[in-house]
């Protein structure tokens, strides 16, 4: 049996009045693993994943770190004492790569020089020239900006990872690199690491172990991989595991059948503006130049959240289900060739498209 680092017993979290985001989760995370969260948009993942660091408090029960209460430690402590990896790469824009590696250890009191020489290990650790750390984020790619953020969250050399979707804004194939490096990482660090994802395949991929999740923040299956795939605990899991499984093909799948709707859009500008403040729906914050950055949700101000993966007009019908099942909103976000929002797509024609393709291809008609 391996030793426990994280337990949850009976966490319930409710958000004011709603039903419970994660209820009644009870369960033990092995010290020096990768434990994986899965499930579809919504079924509470981020919210238990932020529970552990005091991101968010639990509405009952009780969650230990290493044996002690979180409750016991200040938040801002705790926090500091794990690494927290996002889907946007929470990099402070105006401050170079090496800098942004270097904050949490100079918040802990190293030196300047000493942090930005861990900082340049660092990001050869992670796969990345040294010398990309005195460009500034927005000068590197997606994949190499989630290497630095993954960089950054080791520096402190936290025993305890937090990823939330880390890989899921980026391209399949850097996705791909993207675990690799992580599992031959791992086989130095041998860190407790949290894994959210919605893709079951980077799942099974990743994890020493699986925790699917359903709707209603209720843990469906904890297991390890091989066995969620061979004896599934129920129909939810059985369908979540079998759909992408059965989607394979869905790679190949061309997108043509695919609606794309109009978007509300708002302008990062307009955030603070009397009309986003009152606004009841979801619309997508976009920039100057039509990109998109993330959502605005309902009542929300300010605040952006970040935007699932992103379907290329044109990509296969694999990552027109990704979008849409990434997205916080329901809708995936489709953008031109040249990165510019083209519109929204949903889950469900996307899965009606997926179901007469399977059709067609069985002859059903
Ligand atoms: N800050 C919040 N305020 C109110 N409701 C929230 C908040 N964050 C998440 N929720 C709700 O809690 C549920 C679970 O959300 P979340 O944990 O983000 O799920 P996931 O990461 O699996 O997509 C959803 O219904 C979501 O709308
Ligand atoms: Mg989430």
């Not at 949490?104 to 340049?120: E, H, I, T």
């Not at 790619?141 to 990823?163: E, H, I, N």
Request: hydrophobic residues 40%; neutral net charge; glycine residues 10%.
């Amino acid at each position: 049996m391996a030793e426990a680092m994280i337990e949850f017993q009976s966490v319930t979290k409710t958000y004011q009045g709603g039903q419970p985001a994660v209820d009644d989760l009870t369960m033990s995370i092995d010290k020096g693993k990768i434990t994986v969260f899965v499930g579809p948009s919504g079924c509470g993942k981020t919210t238990s994943l932020r529970m552990i660091n005091r991101m968010v408090e639990p509405t009952s029960g009780t969650l230990t770190v290493d044996g002690r209460d979180v409750t016991s430690v200040p938040a801002a402590q705790l926090r500091r004492s794990m690494g927290y990896v996002m889907q946007s790469s929470g990099l402070m824009p105006h401050r170079s790569v090496l800098d942004n590696v270097a904050t949490v250890p100079r918040l802990n009191g190293v030196s300047r020089a000493a942090a930005r020489q861990r900082s340049r290990e660092l990001l050869d650790v992670v796969g990345l020239d040294p010398d990309l750390g005195r460009r500034y984020p927005s000068q590197l790619s997606g994949g190499q900006q989630q290497r630095v953020g993954v960089a950054r969250a080791l520096a402190a050399d936290p025993p305890v990872l937090l990823m939330d979707e880390p890989f899921s804004a980026v391209d399949p194939v850097v996705r791909d690199e993207l675990q690799k490096e992580l599992l031959r990482l791992q086989r130095d660090l041998a860190k407790t690491i949290v894994f959210v994802t919605h893709d079951i395949d980077e799942a099974t991929v990743l994890g020493d172990k699986v925790a699917v999740f359903a709707g209603g923040g209720k843990l469906a299956q904890y297991a390890t991989p091989e066995e969620i795939l061979r004896a599934p605990a129920n129909d939810f899991v059985a369908s979540f595991v079998g759909r992408d499984r059965g989607f394979r093909h869905l790679a190949f799948s061309p997108s043509d059948g695919v609606t794309i709707h109009p978007v509300d859009t708002v302008r990062t500008g307009e955030l603070d503006g009397p009309d986003r403040a009152a606004a009841d729906r979801w619309q997508l914050v976009v920039d100057d130049g039509g990109r998109p950055l993330g959502w605005s949700a309902p009542g929300a101000g300010a605040a952006i959240v970040p935007g699932g993966s992103l379907f290329r007009k044109g990509e296969t019908l694999r990552r027109a289900l990704d979008a849409a099942l990434s997205s916080p909103s329901g809708l995936g976000v489709a953008v031109d060739p040249d990165g510019r929002v083209a519109g929204v797509i949903t889950a469900e024609e996307v899965l009606a498209v997926i179901e007469a393709d399977r059709r067609l291809r069985q002859g059903v008609g």
